[in-house]
Every structure is written in structure tokens, then in C-alpha cells.
């Protein structure tokens, strides 16, 4: 409906508000949008401008190339084929620490629609899809800056990529510009925190592209050797999303979220400033940033988070799969025996990590901090009594670590990088536990009945001390469970087949699992982009000031994730361009 003449463009620009240079209008279905700008419309960066910011950054802009185009011939008429690289990707596409340690990859691959994939075959086709097309790698916080403004002053789509682990897609985006922080790996640790507030026990302070495993192990390096809480997943990064979401992992029952134990973060600010949010400093912020939602109202440049002394762990692991029963029936009380102990494990400081397919229960490890092998096996025993007396058959073991490094290093899995995987997911409360244990289980059978597996955390951050004021969902204050549902689909599926997935994500699993625990949210990292009233599933009653502050501190929308707070009136339109409704 709308010319996009130059004039009426200037027009509109002039009644909107807004510089008709930098944003394109486009209507669908009768409404209007205001869109960031793409290749081919007036006021995208012209190459010069594109040249000057490579020279801002220090010759660190590239071109963005989906991982695979090394083994295709072309993309877009650039030549990309390079046996060697190719071989290289192919080996290494399912390795977690290779793919974060790519410019743009994404560790799980269906948010990048599939286009490019490693083949040996060289003549077939490979577009962008959803990866970026230009990427900054910073080195410098100017970088990131220079990255930064140029998003905004030219209204392009913009994503911060640390790890590309977010397997919602929000590390990646059409057409984006992207900044990645991956080499920002400073880390600093101090005995007494004298910054503002009472805290003044061991601090560290650590840069955006920090993983999960290398903070540990330099936590473990320090005299004497400390922890912090981090995910479960050694290559997960700290200070982007998953700290910015919440964070879970294996100290969160015994010491609560990552995000409660944030004492402040040095941020780049939508409009180009660097500021500290802590406690006294733009404390608004600081709570923000502690939960509120990843790439929302800043890029995180640094991260201070409480250190603990280490403490002797013990760990038990247990297994019921085909090599003990092909009963479904006795399989399912197993897995009921273990999780119907959920508010039991996390009242002790228990973290279980879990895995849930059809003939296979996977339960490693279930985690006791500060417990001797004596300690962990009389408190797990109450599980096996169950399992015994219903004469369901298992395999298991019990190993007790000087520290919980010992215990992370031996006991945690890797896991696997190159997924095509939908997911969903729900967390679970002490009430749902007491009231539905065995509804819950229901669900689960439910969810495995219709083609997904589970990755499951028993997990309790309420009892934790001391509770933080922050903007995670209140209720993970009441949990003791939290699963996510995995749906496997093809990124470059027909468009029939990946809406049928979702639906099965959201209606059936998701439905069959909000019914079970009906007191219990859902976990904005980890869940359904789907899901009904995300809102208030992913953050509760902290909604409406989550809102608030995303319109004091990125009015514009310079960043943009998918499901975070602000961006209801933003779609992704012709399922590429990013548009807000004006
Ligand atoms: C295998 C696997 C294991 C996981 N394990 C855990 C776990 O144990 N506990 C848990 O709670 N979650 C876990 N997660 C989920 C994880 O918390 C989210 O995927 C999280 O978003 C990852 O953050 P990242 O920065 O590493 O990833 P990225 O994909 O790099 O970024 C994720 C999001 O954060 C934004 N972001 C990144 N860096 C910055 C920054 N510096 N400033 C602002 N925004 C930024 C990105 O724009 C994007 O929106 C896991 C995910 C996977 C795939
Ligand atoms: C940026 O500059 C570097 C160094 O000169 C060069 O190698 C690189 O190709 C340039 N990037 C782009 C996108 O032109
Ligand atoms: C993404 O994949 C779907 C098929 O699953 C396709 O219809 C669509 O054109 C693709 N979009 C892009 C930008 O690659
Ligand atoms: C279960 O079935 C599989 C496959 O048929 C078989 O290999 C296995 O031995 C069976 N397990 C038991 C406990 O009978
Ligand atoms: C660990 O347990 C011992 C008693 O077994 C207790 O004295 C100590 O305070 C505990 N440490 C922590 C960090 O809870
Ligand atoms: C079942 O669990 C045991 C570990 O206790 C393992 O050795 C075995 O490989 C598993 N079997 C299957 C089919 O997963
Ligand atoms: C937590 O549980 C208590 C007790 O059941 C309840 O009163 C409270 O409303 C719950 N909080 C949330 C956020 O669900």
C-alpha cells in the first residue's frame, strides 16, 4: 500500500518523528511498520561507511560467513569453498568449544534456518538464512562501542554474540550486524569486596567472554581455591545470557542464581555510554541486568560476582535404561523415584542434572556440596528404598571430591554442539511436587510420547542465602524442579513441519506440563518463544517494571531478543526483516 517513494518517505519520516533515512516503512495485513534497515533499502550504510567502521574497529569487522560455507562454492557470489576449512568444520561442527569459538556459529543450529550446512558436496546451494552478515570481533570495549553506535545510528539489527549457545536464536538474526565479545576473557579475583554494600567476602570480576569451565578452573587456581556459581555446561558464558537471564547450575540450590550473586556489571548503555550498575550506581539497572532478560538493556562489558570457599562434594549417578528393563510401566517409577524427591534434594542444597528419552534415564550427577560419600548416600537413600521396593532395577555409583572442581571436572558430561532442536520447558515448585508429583511424571510421559526428550534440573534457589533483590521470576524462589522439552526438526524443514513442531512444543508438551504444575513459570533462557504470556511465565509480577526500565534504557530498541521484556509491538516480518508496529 505504502510508495516507498524517497518523498513519502521523507514525508512519514517527518510525521513519525523519525529521520526518513533511517528506517523503512512497510505494511502487511493493514498495519504499518517502521523497520531496521537491510541491504537494498535507502538507509543501509553504503560501503564507505561500512570501510570507516572497519577502520574504527581496528580492521576487526568481517563479513559474516555461515560456518559451512567453507564447503559450498559461492554465497551470494562471494567464492568461499576451501577444502582444508571444510574438512576442518566437518570434524569439528558437533565440538561445543570449537562452534563458541567461532565468529558467528551457533551451537544449536535451528535459529539459523539450516541454509549453509558442512557438505561434501560443494555445488549445492548456501545462503545466509538467519546468521548475520557482518560480524565485528571485538578486542577492545571501543570496539564494542564503535559496533554499538553504528547499530543505532543506522537502525540495524544487532545481536551481541558471546557464545552463539542460545539455543532460542537469539545470538543470531537476518541481515544482523554482530558484535561478538568472545575475546573478553579478563578475569580478576580479589579475598574482600569493598565495593558499595555489606558484602565484603571474595569478589571476582570477569569479562563478557567468559565460559562457565575456565571460571571454575581459575576460581580453582586461587590461594585458597574459591567458587562461583555458573551453569552446568562447560562452555556456557557468564555474563551475557545466562546471567542476564537468570543461571541456573549446580551450587543454585546450595548459594541461589548467578544472577543473586551479581555485585555489579560495567555496561556499554543503548545510547553509547559506559556506566557501572551496581547497588548505589543506577541501581535500577543493576537489578535489571540481574534477570531481567539477555541483550535487553545493555551490553555487559564486565561482571563482578561473589566468590565462595571451595567445599568437599559428593556425587551419586544413576541409570535405568534398556540394559535393565523394557518395561515402560517399571522404567516410569523409576524416574518417579527420583523425582518425587525433588523438594527433599534441593532442601538438602541438591542440584540433580538429568536426561529423559524413551528406555533411557540418565541421572548424572545428582550433586551434595558439602557432603562426604557417607553424607550423600544416607540423604539419597530414601530414592533407592522406592526403586527397590517397586523392584525396578538401575545401575549406580557414589564418589565423594575433595572440592567441587574435583566433582565438576569428573562427574559433568560435555555435550554435543550442531542440534536441530525446538524446545520448551517449565519450572516446577515445591506445591506442584507436593500436589502432582505423579502428574507431573504424567506429563513427562506425555512429552516423550510425542517425539521429545528432556534435559531435567532438580533445582532450588529459594532456600539459598542470602535471597537477592533482582528481577529473576519470584517463583524460582518456590522451585525445585526445572525441565526443558527438546523437539528435534530440521532448521531447513518445510515451514508445515516446523509449525506442527512448535505446536507440539506449546500445546501439547508445554499444555500437558503447565497443567501438572500450575504453580510453577517458565525460564526465559530456557524455554518456549511460544509460550502463552511470556510475560508473566518468564518473569511474574516483575513484568511491569522490566517494562519500565527496557523503555528508560533502550527506548529505541537498539537491542533486540526475541520474548524479552519490550518487544511486543516488534515482529520479524516476511520471516527475516525486524519491524515495529507504529
Ligand atoms: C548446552 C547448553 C547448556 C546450558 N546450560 C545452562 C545452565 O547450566 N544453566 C543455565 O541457566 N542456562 C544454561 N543454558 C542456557 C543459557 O543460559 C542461555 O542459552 C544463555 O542465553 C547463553 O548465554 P551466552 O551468553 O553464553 O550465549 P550467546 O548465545 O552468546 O548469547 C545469548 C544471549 O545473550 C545475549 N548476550 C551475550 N553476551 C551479551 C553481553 N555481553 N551483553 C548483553 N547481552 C549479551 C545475546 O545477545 C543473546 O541474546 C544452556 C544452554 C545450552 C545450549
Ligand atoms: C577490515 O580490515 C581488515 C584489515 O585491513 C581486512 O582484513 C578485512 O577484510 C576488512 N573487513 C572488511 C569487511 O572489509
Ligand atoms: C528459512 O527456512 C524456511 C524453510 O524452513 C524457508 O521457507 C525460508 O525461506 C528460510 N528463510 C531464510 C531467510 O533463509
Ligand atoms: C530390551 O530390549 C532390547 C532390544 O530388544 C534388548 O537388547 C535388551 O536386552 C532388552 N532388555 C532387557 C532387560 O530385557
Ligand atoms: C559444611 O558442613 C560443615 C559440617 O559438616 C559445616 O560446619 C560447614 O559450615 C558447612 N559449610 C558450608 C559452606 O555450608
Ligand atoms: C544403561 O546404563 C548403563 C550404566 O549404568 C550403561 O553402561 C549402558 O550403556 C546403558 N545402556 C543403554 C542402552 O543406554
Ligand atoms: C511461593 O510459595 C508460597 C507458599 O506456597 C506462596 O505463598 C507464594 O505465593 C509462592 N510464590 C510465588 C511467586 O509463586
Request: glycine content about 10%.
Amino acid at each position: 500500500m505504502l510508495d516507498r517513494s524517497p518523498r513519502l518517505l521523507a514525508f512519514l519520516g517527518l510525521a513519525l518523528g523519525t529521520a526518513a533515512s533511517s528506517s523503512q516503512l512497510i505494511t502487511r495485513t493493514g498495519k504499518t511498520y517502521s523497520c531496521k534497515c537491510y541491504p537494498g533499502d535507502d538507509c543501509y550504510p553504503t560501503p564507505d561507511k561500512w570501510h570507516q567502521l572497519n577502520a574504527t574497529v581496528e580492521g576487526n569487522l568481517q563479513v559474516a560467513l555461515p560456518p559451512g560455507a567453507v564447503c559450498h562454492n559461492s554465497l551470494n557470489g562471494i567464492s568461499t569453498f576451501d577444502a582444508a576449512k571444510c574438512a576442518d568444520v566437518r570434524a569439528n561442527f558437533e565440538d561445543e568449544q570449537w562452534t563458541t569459538d567461532q565468529p558467528i556459529a551457533n551451537l544449536w543450529t535451528y535459529w539459523t534456518n539450516d541454509t549453509c550446512v558442512p557438505t561434501t558436496d560443494p555445488s549445492t546451494p548456501c545462503t545466509r538464512g538467519f546468521y548475520g552478515d557482518w560480524v565485528i570481533l571485538a578486542k577492545t570495549k571501543q570496539h564494542i562501542k564503535a559496533g554499538v553506535d553504528f547499530a543505532r545510528e543506522h537502525n540495524l539489527r544487532l545481536v551481541i554474540r558471546n557464545t552463539g549457545h542460545d539455543f532460542m536464536g537469539r545470538s543470531t538474526g537476518f541481515g544482523a550486524l554482530i558484535v561478538n565479545t568472545h575475546s573478553f576473557k579478563d578475569a580478576s579475583f580479589t579475598k574482600k569486596y569493598t565495593g558499595p554494600g555489606t558484602y565484603r567476602g571474595g569478589a571476582a570480576t570477569v569479562g563478557a567472554g567468559i565460559q562457565v569451565r575456565e571460571m571454575y578452573r581459575l576460581a580453582n587456581q586461587q590461594d585458597p581455591p574459591v567458587i562461583i556459581v555458573g551453569g552446568e555446561c562447560p562452555t556456557v558464558g557468564v555474563a551475557g545470557g545466562y546471567i542476564q537471564g537468570g543461571g541456573h547450575g549446580p551450587m543454585a540450590s546450595f548459594y541461589g542464581m548467578a544472577a543473586d550473586n551479581a555485585l555489579a556489571f560495567e555496561v556499554l548503555t543503548a545510547s553509547g555510554h559506559f556506566i557501572t550498575a551496581n547497588e548505589v550506581e543506577n541501581p535500577d539497572l543493576f537489578w535489571a541486568l540481574k534477570g531481567g532478560g539477555p541483550s535487553t538493556f545493555a551490553t555487559v562489558i564486565s561482571l563482578t560476582v561473589k566468590t565462595f570457599p571451595e567445599v568437599p562434594s559428593a556425587g551419586v549417578l544413576l541409570d535405568i535404561n534398556s540394559t535393565h528393563t523394557n518395561d515402560t510401566e517399571l522404567f516410569f517409577k523409576g524416574v518417579a523415584a527420583m523425582h518425587d524427591l525433588s523438594s527433599y534434594f534441593v532442601d538438602h542444597g541438591m542440584f540433580v542434572y538429568w536426561e529423559l528419552e524413551p528406555s533411557r534415564f540418565h541421572v548424572q550427577p545428582i550433586v551434595g556440596p558439602n557432603m562426604t560419600a557417607a553424607q550423600i548416600t544416607q540423604v539419597v537413600q530414601p530414592m533407592f528404598d522406592v526403586l527397590d521396593k517397586a523392584g525396578v532395577p538401575y545401575s549406580t555409583s557414589t564418589k565423594a571430591f575433595n572440592t567441587f572442581f574435583d566433582l565438576y571436572i569428573d562427574l559433568f558430561e560435555d555435550e554435543s554442539a550442531g542440534n536441530d532442536l525446538l524446545t520448551g520447558g517449565r519450572i516446577m515448585t515445591h506445591r506442584d511436587i507436593a500436589q502432582n508429583a505423579a502428574g507431573i511424571v504424567d506429563a513427562y510421559k506425555t512429552t516423550l510420547d510425542n517425539g521429545a526428550f528432556i534435559i531435567g534440573h532438580i533445582v532450588g534457589p529459594g532456600g539459598a542465602v542470602p535471597v537477592a533483590n533482582n528481577a529473576i521470576h519470584p517463583v524460582w524462589r518456590n522451585a525445585s524442579s526445572f525441565s526443558i522439552t527438546f523437539k528435534p526438526i530440521a532448521g531447513n524443514a518445510p515451514l508445515g513441519a516446523k509449525a506442527d513442531a512448535q505446536n507440539v512444543i506449546t500445546n501439547v508438551i508445554g499444555k500437558a506440563l503447565r497443567e501438572a504444575a500450575p504453580y510453577g513459570g517458565a525460564y526465559v533462557n530456557e524455554g518456549d518463544l511460544e509460550e502463552p504470556n511470556w510475560q508473566t511465565e518468564y518473569w511474574g509480577a516483575h513484568y511491569p517494571r522490566l517494562l519500565k526500565l527496557k523503555q528508560k534504557w533502550d527506548p529505541t530498541g537498539v537491542f533486540y531478543a526475541r520474548t524479552t521484556p519490550g518487544t511486543e509491538d516488534w515482529e520479524v516480518i516476511d520471516g527475516a526483516k525486524l519491524c515495529r508496529k507504529v
